[in-house]
């Protein structure tokens, strides 16, 4: 059964500093896969995804992340946090055929960012 | 455009109880999706909907869990009658055409059962 892991569940850092939160995930055949933000009392918004082609991805707000297969992993990086950047972050995956597109999420990491 | 709407925004009721949330998908959108939020986890799918029609309930508890889509457009889910772990938010997505990842999430409905 498909699986993704976020092993932080809870990281600080300080305004300005650089940020990455790990994803991994286990799955039959390489799946699509995506970040995603949420905000206190917010929906989920999509921070990028990663489909085929360059295994480095850049997303919205700063954000990049990196495709590994051999690692199965997709981590998300940030050069330099902003405040505003505090939220819970979401890694899912997805699978490239099927009739549903079902979104299979992690636990999720909360970000807190100190001034 | 608009995005989806999901009310209440909140809600508090007692074990046994029952309890609806509404949703409205953005405009256009064939597909429907409805995910519980427990805290300390990520959004785990209960129901999809393509157009009027279920793709996949598999997560959805039936004993005590609906949802319809009347029209193919606004969605409920109920719980009858509700548990304490039902404490949840309740995330309403809705996507174009269910052949892509394109999905826009509400803001959902947080469910606290005391």
């Known amino acids: 059964a498909q699986s993704v892991t976020q092993p932080d569940i809870h990281i600080t850092v300080s305004e300005g500093a650089s940020l990455e939160l790990r994803c991994n995930y286990s799955y039959g055949a390489t799946p699509y896969l995506f970040w995603y933000v949420q905000s206190p009392g917010q929906g989920l918004q999509l921070l990028l995804k990663?489909?085929?082609?360059?295994?480095l991805v850049q997303g919205i707000k700063g954000f990049e992340a990196e495709f590994k297969r051999s690692q199965s992993s997709f981590n998300l990086r940030k050069p330099s946090v902003h405040w505003s950047d505090a939220a819970e972050y979401f890694c899912?995956?997805?699978?490239?055929?099927?009739?549903?597109?079902?979104?299979?999420f992690g636990k999720g990491t909360l970000l807190t960012v100190n001034p | 455009e608009a995005g989806v709407a999901q009310s209440p925004r909140y809600k508090i009721i007692e074990k046994r109880q029952s309890v609806a949330f509404w949703c409205n998908p953005i405009?256009?959108?064939?597909?429907l999706y409805w995910y519980q939020q427990i805290l300390g986890q990520g959004p785990k799918l209960l129901i999809q909907f393509q157009n009027n029609g279920v793709v996949d309930d598999s997560q959805l508890p039936k004993d005590r869990f609906s949802a319809e889509r009347l029209k193919g457009v606004d969605s409920t889910l109920k719980i009858q009658p509700a548990k304490l772990e039902d404490s949840a938010v309740y995330l309403c997505?809705?996507?174009?055409?269910?052949?892509?990842?394109?999905?826009?999430f509400g803001s959902g409905t947080r469910l606290t059962v005391v």
């Open positions: 997505a809705s996507n174009k055409d269910g052949t892509s990842y394109g999905y826009t």
């Open positions: 990663y489909f085929s082609g360059d295994t």
């Open positions: 405009s256009g959108h064939a597909t």
């Open positions: 899912a995956v997805g699978p490239r055929r099927g009739s549903n597109y079902k979104l299979t």
